[in-house]
């Protein structure tokens, strides 16, 4: 079969899974609609990697696959076409999207089978992938805007799954609201590029982008820039748009584990590094997203040292991971963003899986407190998650152990790196490591605060086997990346395989002044913080249970900040939105009901009495309308003959 | 019309002639129904005027004329008048469309010879050729046809004219029947047209003047024996022509409109005198048209052909009689006139053998002849002509 | 003289001019009329003006076009009045009124 | 124009033709007082009420109706007619034939209607 | 060019001569007669520009038939001479006839101003056809004109069952009452 055959596929076949179980929304037979969406996603996966072998197979440099379906519309010179494109970038963004779904969509099958609505569950996760594949492998803005707002709906389908519950549903109408004002930034950006290149298609712009940058004061560009990033900050839960991220754990936690932590919320770091080279031009920009990043993943870990809620607690973890990421983009590392934004898709998605499991068997319970000693009811569980656990701290050889640290170095040593930003991720990865290890102590470790009504038990295989697929990818995903110098050490020598793989499409922002020693003192620094944190919290939750509370004590009005997550929900209700609606009310009450109002009475006045005139004229006299028409052919007429 | 004094004379003359001879014809042949009636019905008929009665006629016409100008009180008075005058338009420019007799073919000349003495004219006239027929028009059906169809205005104009209810039902009732067969009068003659492929009576009669000539699957056939008259082809459509031209002249059998029993005398039973006189020159014009349109379109009109035909005549009276140059030319045309007056003739005395044999119909019987059986056979008769010309001709092949 | 030359050269435009006439006349039957059949009888009358418009153009252009769309017109127009002409005996049986504005009153 | 003055002429000597018949008896003829009851329409006696009142069956007035419609159909048999031999000649005979063939079931159809719904129905 | 002038303008007069008298004649029944004597000149009008055809169709149709049917139906009605003939309204009548006026006077300005509307003299009648034989027409309508010809064959038809329903409508002329 040949390439574009393969890539209308694998967005046609999640829409036929969508239309099957849409169809038949009604249905209560989980496995069957399980079976037809995980068979979906599953040859999607197989389709990927045939696609991905193709690429390997193809010489360096010219990895591109386009497939052109049709024009989608044409204005004068500008013509935007519904097109596909695959290459390194978003080879591996399918891989992960593909193969982590087919796996969530597996675990779903157990998870969802006490549901109500399992056939409309599957429908749209499927349209999820669908819409996210569209995202991904779209050759220009626009198709990607496409898939953009289309996961954005899927989202609050999702998150809204359970809308008889007020609370699940006023959180996917926030989680969509949000991504309103983070999506018009995108479409603001989309313009001001399209002003800047007269062009959409990636390519073009890729073309175009020496000229317009050495002829062109690059002020459109930054400005275009900050409006993308203004867009990635809604859809990857950044610093200031972020706050729907944790209410978004009302939906389903398979949901979770694949939209708000795998695929969806990573869309803005696949934006920005599919635009990097535009983004290397607004150097601003730049130290923006940098800062930003380095912010949000500061602050979000710090959140969630003080959370009590399993979910909540991962969510600040996505929150602040992806903070990692968008650190790296901002200094100009984005391979390593990549690499991090595979990595933590495996280990995040791990996690949520395994907190999936655990609410399962707690009957629904998220809250830690009442968890504990979870491990001898859930072997298998507890040792992906223990997996996790060590990979997201970055502990060696695991998968987070070598992207974050390859974020981290560039953070410090590349051009647009600074030293502050490094020591912000830094305590951020003391934070993580802290809080995950809280997580397992009080979820695991320890003795059991479980309820007496609840029987916790071991999930089903088709929930426990894609935790075991997770863990060995969490443990084994981060050796397609090791770094040049720990490589150089290591015996084998083990070469950095993707940044090979996407050297070629991207263009990194080089350390100038590479220096093996301080990078493995750097190295170490971090290692140790992780490590010396991740002491601290066993000690306070499994051997000195009364320190938490004295710290708390101790720190007092700042630790209820932070545990209020910096009342920065707050703040937004009672400093923008509150007025908002004040304004708006406002607006109502005066200007649209004294002139607006009165502006369409007028109008709808003067049809309505023209209709009176017009009503006069009709009254049914048949020669009175001869006699209209024959006044027209007189009008006709002379209008014809004065003409000639 | 002509191109000098001398052509459009003889053309108006002719017209007038023709027009005249029609409402001539009226007194003669009410003599002769009037004695044939008589005759059939084993009476004497008029006989006290004249020889055979023949002057009969003559002093009731004078007797119309003088006698008392009446309009009914409530009566329409100038439509009242009109009528019988517009009762004679149709049947006048009718027969004036029908040829009768080939046209005479005038050379140049420049005295007339009358047989002892000859006028000289002094100068040179000719050549001309003039119709023997009113005036010729090309599509002389259709002329006929609505010309004809024009009659039933003079019939509910009388009707209406005479403001009494026993001539409007006879106008009603009169054009009705008219117009309903009409339409298979008019079907009947696409049989005709189907033969033929012409509108122009004097194409027709050409056609009818050779020997029967067909073709049979392809090949050509002919019969010298025989003339190449349309009722060999058509007599169906022949039959139904002639009970629909009864029934438009509005006579016995189809005399609906004057059943006296029911409706006095129909549309003119206000009318006398010279008025009334008028209705009858109209329908004696209607039946002359009648027989005249029958004898052109089935009987050959003025050639008979294997003894009367152009060519046959020319020859007999130039070679024959040894005349030569424009005597030949006129004596022809008479003759042929003669040909076609005898068929007329014919025609009218079956016209009026039928009026005294057949018993009248009932209206609604009329009016079932006329759509449910007239107009089904005329339709089946054009088919039926159509597929035969299909197959004889071949044309599939 | 041209004037009598322009008159006694019966041309297209005579025939033209006749049917303009003519089509005047039906339409002010047509608006001015009550009586429903008299109304019909001034579309008769226009469309009469019409097909000699058709007949002098096709004439003058040697176009039978012309021709074949008349025998179209006359064929829809007796068409036109045989329903014209029930629909008002219809209305007449039942409400003895021919009056077109007494049409105003049957709206459904 | 020209070959039509004969038609002009012929009918314009008829119409004088009759006008004058008729004029001639109204000066020829006697006159004698007219009286009402000499006036009264031939009804039997009866007074009549003049033609605009006189009620007429409308079964004349369908019959009219429907004579137009096949008048009008049998007007188009014409022309076919006179060019169905030359179409044969052209070789497109069964053409010719079955576009009539259609108008004649269409025709046939709408007479056979007409008889069944006892529109021509006298009594 | 007298030949063919006189006639004209005798037909000419008598046909605006009879519009005239249909439109303003305040009885129907002499409208109805008017009109039929502007059918047949006009008739006579199609003779003389050489479409002997239609003419004679529009003798049989418009005069023999049509108008035919007119005045049957005019015998039917009940009808008294209408003392008003025209519609009320001063205002509307007026622009009534002036907008009729004026549509006679531009359209027969526009006919003098277009000159060089056909490319042939004014007394060349006839000139570019060459001998309109009836069969010309013929074989037109049945060449170029056949779908039209079917689709008129089943209005006719339409029209006669219309034709009957209507007067199957209670009141109508053969409802049973």
């Known amino acids: 079969m040949n390439e574009q055959l393969l890539l209308g596929l694998l967005v046609v076949l999640p ?487 996407l050297e070629p499409v991207v263009r990194m922002l080089k350390p100038e002044h590479a220096s093996a020693a301080v990078e493995f003192a750097l190295m170490g620094i971090s290692l140790s913080v992780a490590g010396i944190s991740a002491y601290f919290a066993y000690d306070f939750y499994l051997v000195h249970k009364d320190r938490p509370t004295m710290v708390t004590k101790k720190l007092g009005g700042l630790y209820s900040l932070v545990s209020d997550k910096y009342r920065i929900d707050e703040f937004y209700f009672g400093r923008i939105i509150n007025p908002l609606i004040d304004l708006s009310k406002g607006l109502w009450l005066y200007i649209d009901i004294n002139f607006i109002d009165k502006m369409t009475y007028l109008a709808s006045d003067m049809v309505k009495g023209s209709g009176q005139f017009l009503r006069s004229l009709q009254n049914g006299n048949l020669q009175q309308y001869a006699l209209y028409i024959s006044l027209g052919v007189v009008v006709t007429i002379t209008y014809i003959l004065m003409g000639s | 019309m002509g191109v000098d004094l001398f052509e459009i004379t003889v053309n108006l003359v002719k017209m007038i002639f023709i027009f005249v001879m029609m409402v001539n014809a009226v007194p003669l042949l009410v003599w002769v129904e009037r004695r044939g009636s008589a005759f059939i019905q084993n009476r004497y008929g008029p006989n006290r005027v004249g020889p055979l009665g023949l002057v009969q006629l003559l002093a009731d016409a004078v007797k119309f004329i003088f006698k008392e100008e009446f309009v009914p009180g409530k009566g329409h008075r100038l439509v009242f008048y009109l009528a019988p005058v517009v009762a004679l338009i149709p049947g006048a420019l009718a027969f004036a469309a029908i040829p009768l007799s080939m046209p005479i073919e005038l050379g140049e000349f420049s005295q007339i010879p009358l047989g002892l003495f000859t006028i000289d004219l002094g100068e040179t006239y000719g050549p001309y050729r003039f119709a023997f027929q009113g005036y010729e028009i090309g599509i002389g059906i259709v002329f006929v046809l609505g010309v004809s169809s024009l009659a039933a205005y003079a019939l509910l104009m009388a009707g209406w004219g005479s403001a009494n209810k026993y001539s409007l039902y006879g106008a009603l009732r009169a054009s009705a029947q008219t117009i309903s067969y009409e339409l298979a009068l008019g079907l009947s003659l696409v049989g005709i047209l189907l033969l033929f492929n012409t509108f122009n009576f004097k194409e027709i009669v050409e056609i009818q003047s050779q020997a029967l000539t067909f073709s049979f699957l392809g090949s050509q056939m002919t019969v010298p024996y025989l003339p190449n008259w349309g009722i060999i082809y058509q007599p169906v459509g022949a039959i139904i022509f002639f009970a629909a031209m009864f029934a438009e002249t509005n006579r016995l059998p189809f005399d609906l409109p004057e059943a006296e029993a029911e409706l006095v005398a129909g549309y003119h039973t206000e009318y006398g005198g010279i008025k009334m006189n008028m209705f009858y020159i109209g329908e004696y014009g209607h039946m002359l048209v009648a027989s005249a349109l029958m004898v052109t379109f089935y009987f050959g009109g003025y050639t008979l052909y294997p003894f009367f035909t152009p060519e046959t005549v020319n020859q007999f009276w130039s070679e024959t009689m040894g005349l030569t140059g424009n005597p030949v030319a006129l004596l022809s045309s008479l003759s042929l006139h003669l040909v076609f007056m005898v068929k007329l003739v014919i025609f009218l005395w079956v016209f009026i053998h039928v009026r005294w044999t057949l018993p009248r119909f009932r209206y609604d019987q009329l009016m079932d002849l006329g759509w449910k059986t007239m107009l089904p056979w005329a339709l089946a008769n054009t088919i039926l002509t159509a597929v035969v010309i299909l197959i004889m001709r071949a044309a599939w092949s | 003289m041209p004037m009598t030359e322009a008159f006694l050269n019966v041309g297209l435009n005579h025939y033209l001019i006749l049917s303009a006439l003519l089509f005047t006349m039906g339409m002010i039957g047509v608006l001015m009329r009550k009586n429903v059949i008299v109304i019909l009888m001034g579309i008769e009358l226009m469309l009469n003006a019409v097909n000699l418009s058709f007949i002098s153009f096709s004439s003058y252009s040697g176009n039978l076009n012309g021709q074949i769309m008349v025998f179209f017109v006359m064929t829809i127009a007796a068409a036109e009045a045989a329903v014209g002409l029930a629909l008002a005996v219809a209305i007449y049986k039942r409400y003895k009124e021919i009056n077109i504005r007494f049409f105003e009153q049957l709206r459904g | 124009m020209t070959e039509l003055i004969p038609v002009f002429a012929l009918t314009g000597f008829v119409i004088l033709f009759g006008l004058a018949l008729v004029f001639a008896t109204s000066l020829l003829g006697p006159k004698t007082k007219q009286s009402k009851v000499k006036q009264l329409a031939y009804e039997c006696g009866l007074e009549g009420e003049g033609a605009d009142s006189t009620k007429v069956p409308v079964k004349f007035y369908l019959t009219a109706i429907l004579f137009i419609l096949f008048d009008i159909e049998i007007i188009f048999m014409y022309p076919w007619a006179l060019a169905y031999k030359d179409f044969i000649a052209t070789g497109r005979g069964l053409f010719i034939f079955s576009s009539m063939a259609v108008f004649l079931a269409i025709f046939i159809f709408g007479l056979f209607w007409e008889i069944r719904s006892k529109a021509l129905e006298w009594e | 060019m007298l030949g063919a002038a006189i006639p004209f303008y005798i037909l000419s007069f008598l046909v605006l001569f009879f519009a005239y008298k249909t439109i303003t004649s305040p009885n129907p029944i002499h409208c109805a007669l008017h009109l039929a004597i502007t059918m047949i000149n006009l008739a006579f009008i199609f003779f003389g520009l050489n479409s002997p055809f239609i003419g004679g169709v529009q003798l049989v149709v418009y005069a023999g038939a049509v108008m035919v049917l007119f005045v049957m139906v005019l015998m039917l009605f009940d009808l008294k001479t209408e003392v008003r003939a025209f519609s009320r309204g001063l205002f509307s009548s007026f622009l009534k006839v002036a907008s009729s006026g004026f549509l006679a006077g531009i359209l027969i300005v526009g006919v003098l101003m277009s000159t060089d509307m056909l490319d042939v003299t004014s007394d060349s009648v006839g000139v570019g056809v060459k001998a309109t034989s009836s069969t010309d027409i013929a074989l037109l309508l049945f060449n170029q004109y056949v779908f039209a010809f079917e689709v008129l064959g089943l209005l006719l038809l339409l029209v006669a069952v219309g034709a009957v329903a209507v007067s199957r409508i209670p009141g109508g002329t053969h409802a049973n009452d």
């Open chain 1, 15 to 501: 829409f036929l899974g969508f239309l099957f179980n849409g169809i038949r929304f009604t249905s209560k037979n989980y496995k069957l609609a399980g079976t037809v969406a995980s068979t979906a996603s599953g040859l999607c996966f197989l389709i990927s990697l045939t696609l991905v072998a193709k690429l390997i197979g193809m010489p360096e440099g010219e990895r591109v696959i386009t497939s052109h379906f049709f024009d989608w519309f044409l204005a004068g010179d500008f013509s935007v076409s519904a097109s596909f494109l695959l290459d390194p970038i978003n080879a591996v963004m399918i891989l992960v999207i593909t193969g982590v779904g087919t796996l969530i969509h597996i675990f779903s099958i157990g998870y969802i089978s006490h549901d109500e609505r399992p056939s409309k569950y599957f429908a749209y996760l499927n349209l999820f992938l669908m819409n996210m594949l569209i995202l991904v492998l779209g050759d220009n803005l626009l198709v990607m805007f496409v898939g953009w707002e289309g996961v954005g709906l899927c989202s609050y389908l999702l998150i809204g799954f359970w809308f008889s519950d007020p609370e699940k549903a006023a959180a996917g109408m926030k989680a969509f609201i949000t991504n309103r004002i983070g999506d018009a930034g995108f479409l603001l950006g989309i313009f001001m590029l399209f002003l800047s290149f007269g062009t959409v298609t990636f390519s073009e712009i890729a073309t175009r982008l020496p000229e317009t940058a050495e002829m062109m004061w690059t002020g459109p560009i930054t400005l275009a820039c900050l409006f993308l990033f203004i867009g990635a900050t809604g859809k990857s839960a950044q610093i200031p748009l972020y706050v729907w991220l944790p209410d978004a754990m009302a939906g389903p936690t398979p949901v979770s584990a694949l939209i708000h932590a795998a695929t969806m919320v990573t869309a803005g770091v696949y934006m920005i590094v599919r635009m990097s080279d535009v983004f290397v031009l607004a150097p601003l920009v730049m130290n923006v997203i940098a800062i930003i990043g380095a912010l949000t993943a500061l602050g979000a870990a710090t959140i969630g040292m003080t959370q009590w809620d399993i979910k909540k607690i991962l969510a600040y973890s996505t929150v602040s991971q992806l903070g990692y990421m968008f650190l790296a983009v901002g200094v100009g590392a984005f391979i390593p963003a990549m690499f991090h934004l595979m990595t933590h898709a495996f280990f995040k998605a791990l996690m949520f899986l395994g907190s999936g499991s655990v609410i399962h068997a707690m009957a629904d319970e998220q809250d830690v407190r009442k968890m504990g000693g979870l491990k001898k009811y859930m072997p298998i569980t507890h040792f992906t998650f223990l997996l996790g656990w060590l990979a997201i701290i970055g502990a060696p050889p695991l998968a987070g152990f070598f992207s974050k640290d390859e974020i981290l170095w560039y953070s410090f040593a590349s051009p647009a790196g600074h030293w502050s930003l490094w020591v912000a991720g830094v305590i951020a990865a003391g934070c993580t490591a802290f809080y995950m290890t809280r997580l397992m102590c009080l979820t695991f470790w320890g003795e059991s605060r479980v309820p007496k009504e609840v029987h916790p038990h071991e999930s089903p295989v088709s929930m426990t086997f894609p935790l075991i697929v997770l863990g060995v990818l969490s443990v084994v995903g981060g050796w397609i990346g090791i770094p040049h110098v720990l490589g150089a050490i290591i015996p084998g020598h083990p070469p950095n395989v993707l940044e090979h793989w």
